[in-house]
C-alpha cells in the first residue's frame, strides 16, 4: 500500500520522463540527417517565441518556451549545447524554427527507437517496462488531438509525453560511448562450478547498430566530456580519471498523499534528478546512471552520488576534506 511502490524494481520498472538525458537522441538524429553539423550555431537568449499556427502574425498568441538558463547561452555548436544542455538549441534543432528545418517528430521518434528507447531491453528479469516514444499516431490515437510543434520541443528535452526506465537511458549512453553499438544487457558474464571450473559462458548480444557515423558519435562524447570538464556536470570533475556525462532534470506532475499537485514556493512542478555518464573518455570500461526520484537539480544532486561511485570503482580516495579556517 506504500505510495512509493518499494518492492517494485525501478531501474527497469520505473517509468520517468528522462529530461536532458534525452538530448543525445536530438544530437543523434540531427547530425546524422544533415540537420545540423559541427559548425552549427543557434542562438539562446534564455526564451523562444513560437507563433500559433492559425496566427502566426500575432505574438499574443505564440507560446513561449524557456531555457533553463534564463539568461540565455549565447551561440551554441551542438558540443556547446550537450556541455551547457541548452534548451533552446535541442527545440530549435528538433522542431525547427523561423526558417531553420528542424529534425520532426518522425524522425527523433526513429532515433529514439534506435537507440533502445520504448521497447525493453531484454534484461533477463521479469517486469520491465517499455517505456513511450510518442508520435502524432500515438497522440490521435491517444489524445484525438494532432502533434504540434510545441510536442516536438518538449520531447527534445525529454519532458512532454517521453517515458524511459534508468536503463534504457544507461544502455543509450552505452552505445553513444561504445561506438554505436546497442547490447542487450546482462547479469551474468559466465557460470562457474564448485572448483571454479567454467561451466557456461555468456557472449555479448548485439540488439542493432546505431547507424549514427562514427564523426557524429565523437561529437557527441567531445559535448558529454564537456559536460563533466567545463558543464553542467562540472561537481564530477575526479583529476585521475575523464569522466564524460549529461545531466538532466525532469519535471513531473507529482502529488500528495491528499492527491494535491505538489509545486515548490515559486509554483514549479517537482523534479527528478538524472546523470548519464561513462569513463575514461578515451577508452570506456564503465557506464553508468543515476536516477533520484524527486531528486531536484541533476547537476546538484545526481552527480555527486556518480561521484562516488566513480571514486569506488576506479579505487579513487575521496578527496580531502576543505579545513574550516579558524575563527
Known sequence: TDRNHPLVNHAISGQ?????????????????????DSTTRVLCQGTMLLPNRFFPNDLSQAQTFYCWQLRGHGALNVMGALQNSCDIFFYTVAGGYRGFGGLGVARLAHYSELMGFGA??????SGEASGLVPDDRWKRQTYGESWLTGDTYNAAIGQ???????????????????????FRPQLVERVTNGEGEEVRAFSPQVIRELGVEPQHL????????EAVANGTAWLLRI????????TGTAEYPGVDEEGNLMLDEKGNLPTHAWFTAFAPYEDPEIALVVFLDNGGEGSRTAV???SDILRYYFGIPD???TPTPAP
Not at 239 to 246: D, H, W, Y
Request: aromatic residues 4%.
Open 16 to 36: 520517468y520522463p528522462p529530461g536532458s538525458t534525452f538530448k543525445i537522441v536530438a544530437a543523434a538524429g540531427a547530425l546524422q540527417e544533415g540537420v545540423i
Open 120 to 125: 525493453p531491453t531484454g534484461i533477463e528479469l
Open 160 to 182: 512532454g509525453f517521453v517515458l524511459a526506465t534508468p536503463l534504457q537511458v544507461l544502455n543509450a549512453t552505452a552505445a553513444v560511448a561504445n561506438g554505436g553499438t546497442l
Open 218 to 225: 565523437e561529437l557527441m562524447r567531445q559535448g558529454m566530456r
Open 239 to 246: 583529476p585521475e580519471v575523464e569522466v564524460a556525462g549529461k
Open 304 to 306: 555527486p552520488v556518480a
Open 319 to 321: 578527496p580531502e576534506p
